[in-house]
């Protein structure tokens, strides 16, 4: 009987583990497809951006001056 009541218990966990899991994983996907990242709007050009921190400028992979939150300014 103690035998049936522990893997009774151990059948439940598993089952809240696997609830649990597949919610945390439906979370990470929809919040993945709000892209509010501003280093991806087209005004802040391509490639990296490094920021100028003498002359307070942002810049892009090919030199030119982006707004200041595309280096997250």
Do not use: H
């Amino acid at each position: 009987m103690k035998r049936n009541k522990e893997t009774i218990v151990r059948y439940v966990q598993i089952a809240f583990f696997l609830f649990f899991f597949a919610g945390t994983v439906a979370i990470n996907v929809s919040c993945q497809s709000d892209d509010d990242n501003p280093a991806n709007d087209p005004e802040c050009g391509q490639g990296p951006k490094t920021w100028d921190s003498k002359a307070e400028l942002c810049r892009d992979a090919n030199n030119r001056v982006v707004p200041v939150k595309c280096c997250g300014r």
